[in-house]
């Protein structure tokens, strides 16, 4: 198919980006409602969503702020743990982020091998509002990678100028895994387990491409990892490379079912190979973002941070609670949360709200197989007062095994674009609501924005995620979306 350009008629750029993209669009997706000709299990723009300059300039921003915070997290979790926290670190918040985690997994998380390693990939989930973006979650094992730096590249061969460039999320990843091992080509292993399976062609994908620039990285099941006395191998043209780096695509919460799992952690531990995300459960806690609020901390946040980057953080993350069923005292208050100007002291008093007032989500803060994707989450207002009131005590049942937090509903503002509808062979207008979902990679202490994927949903949808129904396209900067 001949190479249109961003003059062309925008039916053409739809077909093009489609007849590029190999079957699947590199994630499994839901492809039961798709035309049979789509090659995307999701919706094509003729062109990438347009950020103002401003909102691309704060997403600059954002980066370094969140590395400084994952640090200072880290650093909160540790002095809590080890008791030796002045005043305002007190020892609740490892109580917390320890909740329904294994002795081991806790263990993991406080070696010293570990203890001042932060994730390679950042990526924060950020709603479009009225009001400017909403940080609702931060992802420190995100998949979307390939098939976004897929798309900037098809994107970029119609002449657009996408955020991060056609290159940024593939040369990146390896860039920043070379800064962190400070090897000049390091080898480099994408463990993907099944239960991320939806994922694997598109690391697939990913290391065909640095394969091709002359970058030893290898996609595989756990299971096909080999090992000797000196650490982890993999086996490739006949013969066994030694690993110098895991990429771990795989939950902390499945190690059970992870073949290998015993011999990726020791050799980690022995320092014979960088593990990345490090095995730091507490790391991967969206109970995190509670923090971030919570009075009894911010002499430690401003300390750690510094007031601009605090103010900041605050201004971006809506307020949110850990839903704790622990008896509170009459003459105290869940700090921050009020409905209708009333304050609350129980939780299972907001099971009887009424939709109005239950403008509130409710999700599993980490550690588990609900806590990914839109598993586990509830929509106060979207649910009828009776499953509001059986999820909320749901949550509070469960506390021990893993606490939930509850966040205020920010609504996305609604915007226009155009797709590609097969069934008629036309490009239309769809109304939706952005999710701007940023990715920077940490190559040593400096982190770079690779690229930004964003997923327009249809107006109705109360929860932003991937699914048939969005469009999904990389970010550049231009244009002035209109905000409703």
Request: glycine share 8%; hydrophobic share 40%; proline share 8%.
């Amino acid at each position: 198919m001949a190479l249109p350009s961003v003059q062309s008629d925008p039916r053409a750029l739809c077909l093009y980006i489609n007849a590029q993209s190999p079957d699947g669009g590199l994630f499994a997706g839901d492809r039961h409602r798709l035309h049979p000709e789509s090659r995307l299990p999701w919706r094509i723009s003729p062109e990438p969503f347009w950020l103002n300059g401003e909102q691309h300039h704060l997403l600059q921003q954002l980066g370094p702020v969140l590395v400084r915070f994952y640090k200072a997290a880290n650093l909160l979790y540790h002095q809590s743990a080890k008791g030796l926290q002045p005043a305002w670190v007190p020892a609740w918040v490892h109580r917390y982020l320890d909740l329904g985690k294994p002795e081991r997994v806790v263990e993991l998380g406080r070696m010293n091998r570990f203890r001042s390693h932060l994730p390679l990939i950042l990526r924060p989930d950020l709603l479009l509002t009225a009001e400017g973006f909403r940080l609702t979650e931060l992802d420190s094992v995100p998949g979307g990678m390939g098939f976004n730096a897929l798309l900037a590249r098809l994107y970029t061969e119609l002449g657009y100028q996408v955020i991060g460039g056609p290159e940024g999320l593939v040369e990146g990843f390896y860039t920043a895994l070379r800064a962190t091992l400070q090897q000049e080509r390091p080898v480099v292993a994408l463990v993907v387990s099944d239960e991320s399976n939806d994922y694997r062609a598109e690391m697939e994908w990913l290391a065909a491409q640095l394969q091709a620039k002359d970058c030893p990285v290898y996609c595989l099941h756990p299971k096909d990892l080999r090992f000797d006395d000196e650490g982890l191998l993999v086996e490739t043209r006949g013969e066994r490379v030694r690993v110098d780096a895991v990429y771990r695509f795989f939950e902390l919460f499945d190690l059970p079912n992870i073949p290998k799992a015993e011999p990726i952690l020791y050799f980690a531990k022995k320092n014979a190979l960088r593990l990345t995300p490090p095995p730091k459960a507490y790391l991967e806690e969206k109970m995190g973002l509670a923090f971030i609020h919570h009075p009894l901390l911010q002499t430690f946040w401003e300390k750690e941070l510094g007031e601009g980057d605090l103010a900041l953080l605050q201004q971006l993350t809506p307020p949110t609670w850990i839903v704790d069923p622990t008896p509170a005292p009459p003459h105290t208050i869940i700090p921050g949360l009020q409905v209708e100007g009333r304050s609350f002291n129980d939780w299972k008093t907001l099971k009887h709200l009424t939709k109005k007032e239950r403008e509130l989500v409710l999700k599993p803060s980490g550690f588990s197989e609900l806590a990914w994707g839109s598993h586990g989450v509830a929509i106060g207002h979207d649910l009828p007062e009776e499953e509001w009131a059986t999820r909320l005590q749901e949550a509070l049942d469960r506390f021990e095994q893993g606490p939930s937090i509850l966040q205020k509903f920010n609504k996305a503002s609604r915007l226009e674009a155009r797709y590609y509808d097969f069934a008629s062979d036309t490009v239309r207008p769809m109304h939706g609501r952005a999710l701007v979902r940023p990715y920077y990679y940490l190559s040593g202490e400096t982190p770079t924005l690779a690229g930004v994927q964003v997923i327009l949903c249809p107006q109705d949808k109360k929860i932003l995620h991937g699914m048939t129904e969005a469009i999904i396209a990389p970010a550049a900067e231009g244009g002035n979306p209109s905000l409703s």
